[in-house]
């Protein structure tokens, strides 16, 4: 594994802990940066390529949860693997659809950690991290957060960007509108709310509305697909 891959972001208040995380990475040859809060380990996150992050589910201030949210949110792909002392099953769950990559419950051996850890930083370093998805002539980029289609830059609200994307990110198939909800709100389906409905009709009338061909087109009564004209 190249030295930038071998760069560890472990985002961890408690002291003890930290200490230990830090000792043991770094004795298995790892370059590790310390963060005690969430705020510090996102602006790190964003300041440098890591090979993986461990993050705490608990942390000062900010949810673990909601940090890896807003990572993903930003751009920041970095494989996550949560640390918490919280295991019951919808606790797992939640973490993983936040973003999170894996989830290892506290109190827990080094070397089963140490493993995780290596299984994240191999597909860091195997897989090619996707920065533009491209539908047609529609751009999106992951790390600037901007769209185009042809010559034309579209202006997303972020809400709006991540329903793009999720639908991008499935061109050709359709996505239904539980799976939408699911996804971009992290909410469980309710067959008497429209939002999904709103928001796609907002960026339809943004990609779409001035263009000869649609990209985002309605499969009535199941949901939405994206796909390019051919």
């Given at each position: 594994?190249?030295?930038?891959?071998?760069?560890?972001?472990?985002?961890?208040?408690?002291?003890?802990?930290?200490?230990q995380?830090?000792?043991?990475?770094?004795?298995?040859?790892?370059?590790?940066?310390?963060?005690?809060?969430?705020?510090?380990?996102?602006?790190?996150?964003?300041?440098a390529?890591?090979?993986?992050?461990?993050?705490?589910?608990?942390?000062?201030?900010?949810?673990?949860?909601s940090?890896?949210?807003?990572?993903?949110?930003?751009?920041?792909?970095?494989?996550?693997?949560?640390?918490?002392?919280?295991?019951?099953?919808?606790?797992?769950?939640?973490?993983?659809?936040?973003?999170?990559?894996?989830?290892?419950?506290?109190?827990f051996?080094?070397?089963?950690?140490?493993?995780?850890?290596?299984?994240?930083?191999?597909?860091?370093?195997?897989?090619?991290?996707?920065?533009?998805?491209?539908?047609?002539?529609?751009?999106?980029?992951?790390?600037?957060?901007?769209?185009?289609?042809?010559?034309?830059?579209?202006?997303?609200?972020?809400?709006?960007?991540?329903?793009?994307?999720?639908?991008?990110?499935?061109?050709?198939?359709?996505?239904?509108?539980?799976?939408?909800?699911?996804?971009?709100?992290?909410?469980?389906?309710?067959?008497?709310?429209?939002?999904?409905?709103?928001?796609?009709?907002?960026?339809?009338?943004?990609?779409?509305?001035?263009?000869?061909?649609?990209?985002?087109?309605?499969?009535?009564?199941?949901?939405?697909?994206?796909?390019?004209?051919?």
């Open positions: 594994m190249p030295g930038g891959r071998r760069r560890i972001l472990v985002i961890e208040d408690d002291p003890e802990t930290a200490e995380l830090v000792d043991s990475l770094s004795s298995n040859g790892y370059q590790v940066d310390l963060a005690v809060t969430g705020d510090d380990g996102l602006e790190r996150a964003r300041s390529d890591y090979a993986v992050m461990t993050i705490d589910r608990m942390l000062p201030g900010s949810d673990g949860i940090i890896i949210r807003r990572m993903r949110d930003a751009g920041i792909v970095t494989p996550a693997l949560i640390v918490s002392a919280l295991g019951e099953i919808d606790e797992r769950v939640r973490g993983l659809r936040a973003g999170g990559d894996d989830y290892l419950v506290k109190p051996a080094f070397a089963e950690l140490l493993a995780r850890v290596e299984a994240l930083a191999r597909r860091s370093a195997t897989v090619v991290k996707e920065t533009v998805l491209r539908v047609g002539d529609l751009e999106l980029d992951l790390v600037t957060r901007t769209v185009r289609r042809g010559a034309s830059e579209i202006e997303l609200l972020p809400r709006e960007f991540q329903v793009l994307e999720y639908l991008v990110r499935n061109a050709g198939q359709v996505v239904p509108r539980a799976m939408l909800l699911q996804h971009v709100w992290d909410l469980h389906f309710d067959p008497t709310t429209n939002i999904i409905d709103v928001y796609v009709g907002r960026v339809r009338r943004k990609v779409d509305g001035q263009q000869a061909y649609p990209l985002i087109h309605t499969v009535r009564g199941v949901g939405f697909c994206v796909r390019a004209p051919g």
